[in-house]
């Protein structure tokens, strides 16, 4: 029989005993880019993973920087610096490492000099615009959690005449086949022939939460374009384009300290930084030089004060560049009355 460590036994950590030293393994290998938490642990438990020698099987393992860790026979690499991109998702790729049935994914159609990233969160096959792309574990992990607080904005086409009766059970909170939704922030923009174009925040980002939400009310969606996420927006970011955020501006956002290198022990992200750059507003960019977006709505900026991203043809550069692909030329259309929306 194993003894249990003293800190364990009883179910109660014993008074003065200290915790472990050290960082769970998994941690460890999502901060080296590996794979995410969820992927280690799997790693782990499939055999993969040795520390000083010897195979492991469980996660419950602390480790520290005197700890040789080798996954599927090589020596990991010490912990990079959290990075965090902005990637333009198009329609018809899967935000997945690997597809099943053999579809395209995103990570095959990134510029080949970005190192191993994860994408926090996932847009479905169908959906477009802004993802966050990171090559941290740790970050992924806590942007993705809706404790974090941040507003993920959608531009969003349904078929059909929304009124304020059929969208206001959205804006309490619904539930959809036994799960419960979040109230969302829902604001009608305008109607467009057969289809109209709202505005819709969401905190939590369940599995297709909006599609199958507006379904829920008699709503069916037939484009879904994500705009921002928190601070970060997707402004006049080409379809396929990728550019990365500069590490000031990322750890201003994530509250850290200058000396922290791990995001998880970094204050709860705060709201866009009163310094930032304004940037495209969402509601009229043109996606990927492709048919318009809808009209822009009235009224004050939705996406809140100042946030990150992209800046529009003719701002002040601030020294980041974009990979891959060149941004976009304008990202806000005025359309002139009488037009009307193609596709």
């Known amino acids: 029989m194993i003894a249990r460590p003293a800190w364990l036994r009883y179910g109660e950590p014993m008074e003065n005993t200290p915790p472990p030293a050290g960082d769970r393994i998994a941690k460890v290998i999502a901060r080296a880019g590996v794979a995410s938490r969820r992927d280690a642990e799997r790693m782990i438990e499939d055999g993969r993973v040795m520390v000083n020698g010897k195979y492991i099987s469980s996660p419950a393992l602390n480790v520290t920087a005197r700890d040789a860790i080798k996954v599927d026979g090589k020596l990991i690499a010490e912990a990079e610096p959290a990075r965090l991109w902005l990637y333009h998702k198009p329609i018809g790729l899967v935000t997945s490492a690997r597809d099943e049935k053999g579809r395209k994914t995103v990570f095959e159609t990134l ?9 926090v969160g996932r847009l479905d096959i169908n959906s477009e615009g802004l993802l966050l792309l990171t090559n941290d574990g740790g970050l992924k992990r806590k942007l993705e959690l809706p404790s974090t607080g941040w507003l993920r904005r959608y531009r969003v086409r349904v078929n059909g005449t929304p009124e304020e009766a059929t969208i206001e ?8 086949e036994g799960e419960r939704f979040q109230a969302m922030e829902v604001k009608f923009d305008r109607q467009q022939g057969a289809n109209a174009w709202l505005t819709i925040g969401i905190r939590e980002g369940k599995n297709r939460e909006i599609r199958r939400a507006m379904g829920a009310v008699g709503l069916a969606v037939n484009r879904l374009i994500r705009v921002s996420y928190g601070p970060f927006q997707l402004g006049g970011l080409k379809e396929g384009a990728v550019e990365e955020i500069k590490t000031r501006v990322l750890r201003d956002q994530l509250g850290m300290d200058p000396d922290d290198s791990d995001p998880e022990t970094a204050k709860k992200p705060g709201r866009p930084v009163g310094t930032a750059k304004a940037r495209a507003k969402p509601a009229g960019f043109k996606p990927g030089g492709g048919r318009s977006d809808g009209p822009k709505p009235k ?3 939705p996406t809140g004060p100042r946030p990150m991203g992209p800046k529009p043809a003719g701002a002040k550069p601030t020294g980041q560049k974009p990979i891959g692909q060149k941004p976009a030329g304008r990202a806000t259309l005025r359309r002139k009355p009488g037009s009307s929306e193609r596709g």
Not at 111 to 119: I, K
Not at 169 to 176: A, H, T, Y
């Open 111 to 119: 510029p080949p000099e970005l190192p191993r990233v994860m994408s």
């Open 169 to 176: 059970p959205l804006r309490n909170g619904i539930e959809v």
């Open 299 to 301: 009224g004050p900026n």
